[in-house]
């Protein structure tokens, strides 16, 4: 059974960093294209992407993202993880992570929010 499980968030004061992580369970990362999002509690309906890796391609980034935000994948361990910089209190939200294990297109801005696996929120509180 394929899983996404994430973890790493937490409260944490504006300025500091935070490194999320995605583990993928029950699925090799031979080909893999896997973002993260966010989703903020004022509009549960829809989820922000964040940045992206995949197996055959950079990683990609949402305009906002860029410089702030570092996605990493070890292919080994099966993770990808996600280090937000400088936290501000506007970066308080749920975070998930989301993965297809074929290739497909995976470029941010504006990827295909139709993942087949997703995992459980992981929520970060940032604090002034």
């Known amino acids: 059974q394929v899983r996404l499980v994430g973890s790493g968030g937490g409260s944490v004061q504006a300025g500091e960093s935070v490194t999320l992580t995605c583990e993928v369970r029950?699925?090799?990362?031979?080909?893999?294209?896997l973002v993260w999002f966010r989703q903020f509690p004022d509009n549960i309906w829809q989820k922000e992407e964040i940045?992206?890796?995949?197996?055959?391609?950079?990683?990609t980034y949402a305009n906002f993202a860029k410089g702030r935000f570092t996605v990493s994948a070890d292919t080994n361990k099966k993770t990808v993880t996600l280090q937000i910089d400088g936290l501000r209190p506007d970066d308080t939200a749920m975070y998930y992570c989301?993965?297809?294990?074929?290739?497909?297109?995976?470029?941010?801005?504006?990827?295909?929010?139709?993942?087949?696996?997703w995992s459980q929120g992981t929520q970060v509180t940032v604090s002034s």
């Open positions: 029950g699925n090799s990362m031979s080909a893999y294209c």
């Open positions: 989301a993965a297809d294990f074929f290739v497909r297109s995976c470029s941010l801005p504006g990827v295909n929010k139709d993942f087949a696996y």
């Open positions: 940045a992206g890796a995949e197996s055959h391609g950079p990683s």
